[in-house]
């Protein structure tokens, strides 16, 4: 019996080449090295007279997960698709510096019979002695990124013992960068401005309101919302005082912050020129802390049971708290009905009357996605939510702009 071997139609035509290109840092040298390497490739891709162009994909921004580079992404997906056989990448540090993701990677590539070329170290990672090779190369890139994650950590401990910091331009409101401390500028009126109708009395809202009714905006001059009037009444740049390192340091692969990792605040007291005066200040924190207290409450349910979100929670508009209810989902055709969770404002049942809070009902595995989102704890559905890890969270708002998750 005579065997007729059948090429894929993948090895029958041209092959069609991509190049994958990444930067590690936003530095203008860095970014001419992007440029370098987009024509580079590009050219060198043109050239070859074997070969079908079939694109540059690119990041510009540093990312130890590829699941954080949409540049990497797209171009795992065409290649899916079939619309390329060969990737070349400058280094296996510039396709991945994660040996988990790395491997993954290359591996179901390979499967579909795409190829890999990394320039640096000559390797094609179809070719039958590159695996172990690869994936030395690949435990060296991300030892190199580790070690300097730490040496970033331990540069950032020696500044905050040392009390020094770096303080950007215009993103604070009321506050310029000048040679890194805070200076007040022009927009310094509307921060007095917001303590002073906070402690006449008004809520959140009615100062977000009151704002909008004078035209006054905030950076960039978009609206300062109900969210944002809590965080300018909490920040304690505004006296004067700095807090340095506020939440624990983030896991250089999974971008989440290492718990268990013991870390030094530093406050700086008095650390620059204020815009509100120390009496002030502590008048409006006595009334936030009284707030806190009052809506607390409020918030268990009715057989008193006790769900780990409950007294974090709070309503953008009224300042309540939300409370947790279940509510009936839909009637399949046997009749089963089934139900779902909900969290709404505690004044929101005085709206039947016409005169309560209009806030939206969120649905509960919505709130718990946008929480873990906003934390980087990773969205793997509501029965693996990480409900210990809620003390990271000092309270969470909601309201017409959206979810504001607020951490310790």
């Not at 500028?185 to 109708?197: P, R």
């Not at 402690?199 to 978009?222: C, D, H, P, S, Y």
């Not at 909490?234 to 990792?261: A, H, M, S």
């Not at 120390?278 to 049971?305: F, H, I, Y």
């Amino acid at each position: 019996m005579q065997v007729r071997h059948i090429p894929s139609k993948r090895n029958q035509r041209r092959k069609r080449v991509a190049a994958y290109c990444r930067v590690s840092t936003s530095r203008y040298d860095q970014e001419e090295s992007y440029e370098t390497q987009h024509s580079y490739y590009m050219d060198y891709i043109k050239a070859n007279a074997e070969w079908d162009y079939a694109g540059i994909y690119a990041d510009e921004k540093s990312g130890i997960k590829t699941a954080n580079r949409p540049g990497f992404q797209s171009m795992v997906a065409d290649a899916l698709e079939g619309k390329v056989d060969m990737i070349l990448v400058k280094s296996i540090s510039r396709f991945s510096r994660n040996v988990v993701d790395c491997e993954q990677a290359v591996k179901m590539l390979g499967s579909h019979g795409i190829s890999i070329y990394f320039e640096k170290e000559m390797i094609l990672s179809t070719d039958p002695s590159s695996s172990m090779i690869l994936s030395l190369m690949a435990a060296i890139a991300q030892d190199e990124s580790r070690s300097i994650s730490d040496n970033v950590k331990w540069a950032n401990r020696e500044r905050v013992k040392r009390g020094v910091y770096k303080q950007g331009n215009n993103r604070v409101l009321g506050y310029d960068g000048v040679d890194g401390k805070p200076v007040p500028n022009k927009d310094a009126y509307k921060v007095k401005l917001i303590f002073q109708l906070f402690l006449e009395g008004m809520n959140f809202r009615e100062v977000a309101e009151e704002l909008e009714k004078r035209q006054i905006k905030g950076l960039r001059n978009t609206p300062i919302t109900a969210r944002g009037v809590g965080y300018i009444l909490r920040n304690e740049i505004y006296v004067g005082d700095k807090l340095l390192q506020k939440r624990p340091p983030k896991n250089f692969l999974t971008k989440q912050p290492e718990k268990n990792v013991s870390f030094e605040s530093n406050y700086l007291k008095e650390d620059h020129e204020e815009i509100i005066t120390r009496e002030v200040w502590e008048s409006a924190q006595r009334m936030l802390s009284m707030k806190t207290c009052t809506d607390k409450p409020g918030v268990s349910n009715k057989a008193n049971a006790h769900h780990p979100l409950y007294g974090k929670v709070f309503c953008a508009d009224c300042e309540a708290a939300f409370v947790r209810k279940t509510v009936l989902n839909k009637t399949l055709e046997d009749g089963t009905r089934t139900y779902k969770k909900v969290w709404k404002c505690a004044e929101r049942e005085k709206g039947k009357k016409g005169n309560g809070c209009k806030n939206n009902v969120i649905l509960e595995e919505t709130l718990l996605q946008e929480i873990s989102n906003q934390m980087e704890w990773g969205w793997t559905g509501t029965d693996n939510f990480p409900y210990d890890r809620l003390e990271e969270i000092e309270y969470v708002e909601i309201g017409e702009e959206g979810i504001a998750v607020y951490e310790k």
